[in-house]
């Protein structure tokens, strides 16, 4: 059974850093595009950042592009997200993700979106 455990969230400054991480268990994952995503407040969840499978390539939301950092360690299944210059609007839950199937690249999201964590709260104040 597939398992998915964030954990580094918190309160930061304006301009801060935090750096999340996901461990996963239940399998070997070096196979599977991995991702985060986060869920604001009255928001729809919304997609971050992903990292393929194999050479790594990465993908990020506009919102975040040139803050935030996704990386991931295949021998200890975890992924990270090193986020820098945080604002405001970047406070929510944020969620890890694994495919369900193998291979994926780091765009476009499949359809079948795979496993979720259970989040880390991240929240920005001003």
């Known amino acids: 059974q597939v398992q998915l455990v964030e954990s580094g969230g918190g309160l930061v400054q304006v301009g801060g850093s935090l750096r999340l991480s996901c461990a996963a268990s239940?399998?070997?994952?070096?196979?599977?595009?991995m991702g985060w995503f986060r869920q604001a407040p009255g928001k729809e969840r919304e997609f971050v950042a992903r990292?393929?499978?194999?050479?790594?390539?990465?993908y990020y939301a506009d919102s975040v592009k040139g803050r935030f950092t996704i990386s991931r360690d295949n021998a200890k299944n975890m992924v990270y997200l090193q986020m820098d210059s945080l604002k405001p609007e970047d406070t929510a839950v944020y969620f890890c993700?694994?495919?369900?199937?193998?291979?994926?690249?780091?765009?476009?999201?499949?359809?079948?979106?795979?496993?979720w964590g259970q989040g880390t709260q991240v929240t920005v104040s001003s």
């Open positions: 993700n694994v495919d369900a199937m193998p291979w994926g690249t780091a765009w476009p999201l499949p359809k079948n979106r795979g496993y």
């Open positions: 239940g399998g070997s994952f070096s196979r599977f595009a």
């Open positions: 990292i393929s499978w194999g050479n790594g390539s990465t």
